[in-house]
T-cell receptor, first 111, second 113 residues
Framework: RKEVEQDPGPFNVPEGATVAFNCTYS??????FFWYRQDCRKEPKLLMS???SGNEDGRFTAQLNRASQYISLLIRDSKLSDSATYLC????????????FGSGTRLQVQP | ETGVTQTPRHLVMGMTNKKSLKCEQH?????MYWYKQSAKKPLELMFV???????ENNSVPSRFSPECPNSSHLFLHLHTLQPEDSALYLC????????????FGQGTRLTVV
C-alpha cells in the first residue's frame, strides 16, 4: 500500500468551476500535512499547510480527517493559472525527518 | 537570487562517467535533502542532512554518494549509473524537522545513456 495515495487525474474543468481533490495516508501517526503545487517541469512549492480544524486561503480550502486518514483540497472559482499538479504531502513522524509525497493530482483548467 | 540553487540544470552522462550535482541554499536553513522524481512516480527521498550530519539514507544504491561540507552546500556524486537512474533530482532545505515549509531547487534533469 502506498504511504500517500492520490488520484492522478487529470481533472479537466472549465474556468470558474469548483474542484476537489482527496488524498489518503497510511500512517495513523502522521503529524503534519501539506498541499504542494508543482507546475510542469518546475520544482514543488508549498501551497498551504493543512490543520486539524480546516483552513482556508482565498479560493483554496484544506481539510483534514484524522479518523479516516484523508486530506482534501477544494479550489473554488478555478483560474487558468491553477493548472498544475497538486501534491499531497505528509510528515509521518516516527522520527522521520523528511516529507513523504503523493504522486500528485493533475488539474487542467480550460477556457 | 533564488533561495535554493541547483547546478547543472541538465546533465547527460554515460554509464562509466563520474559527475556531481551541486545544491546551494541561501536561506540559513539547517537541514538539506536530496529527492528523486521519476515520471509518474512520487518524489522519493534519498538523503537527509541535519546540521551537516547525514541522518537518513533511504536505501539508496552506493553509486549515489552525498556530501555536505557545510550547512549551505550539498552535493550528490554520481558514478557508474544505470539508465533507470535517469530522473529529476531535487534538492530541498528547511529549518529544523520538516514540520514547516520545505524549499526546493529547480532540479537537475539527469539522463544516463
Amino acid at each position: 500500500r502506498k504511504e500517500v495515495e492520490q488520484d492522478p487525474g487529470p481533472f479537466n474543468v472549465p474556468e470558474g468551476a469548483t474542484v476537489a481533490f482527496n488524498c489518503t495516508y497510511s500512517n495513523s501517526a502522521s503529524q503534519s500535512f501539506f498541499w504542494y503545487r508543482q507546475d510542469c517541469r518546475k520544482e514543488p512549492k508549498l501551497l498551504m499547510s493543512v490543520y486539524s480544524s480546516g483552513n482556508e486561503d482565498g479560493r483554496f480550502t484544506a481539510q483534514l480527517n484524522r479518523a479516516s486518514q484523508y486530506i482534501s483540497l477544494l479550489i473554488r472559482d478555478s483560474k487558468l493559472s491553477d493548472s498544475a499538479t497538486y501534491l499531497c504531502v505528509v510528515n509521518e513522524g516516527r522520527g522521520r525527518r523528511a516529507l513523504t509525497f503523493g504522486s500528485g493530482t493533475r488539474l487542467q483548467v480550460q477556457p | 537570487e533564488t533561495g535554493v540553487t541547483q547546478t547543472p540544470r541538465h546533465l547527460v552522462m554515460g554509464m562509466t562517467n563520474k559527475k556531481s550535482l551541486k545544491c546551494e541554499q541561501h536561506l540559513g536553513h539547517n537541514a538539506m535533502y536530496w529527492y528523486k522524481q521519476s515520471a509518474k512516480k512520487p518524489l522519493e527521498l534519498m538523503f537527509v542532512y541535519s546540521l551537516e550530519e547525514r541522518v537518513e539514507n533511504n536505501s539508496v544504491p552506493s553509486r549515489f554518494s552525498p556530501e555536505c561540507p557545510n550547512s549551505s552546500h550539498l552535493f550528490l556524486h554520481l558514478h557508474t549509473l544505470q539508465p533507470e537512474d535517469s530522473a529529476l533530482y531535487l534538492c530541498a532545505s528547511s529549518q529544523g524537522a520538516m514540520n514547516t515549509e520545505a524549499f526546493f531547487g529547480q532540479g537537475t534533469r539527469l539522463t544516463v545513456v
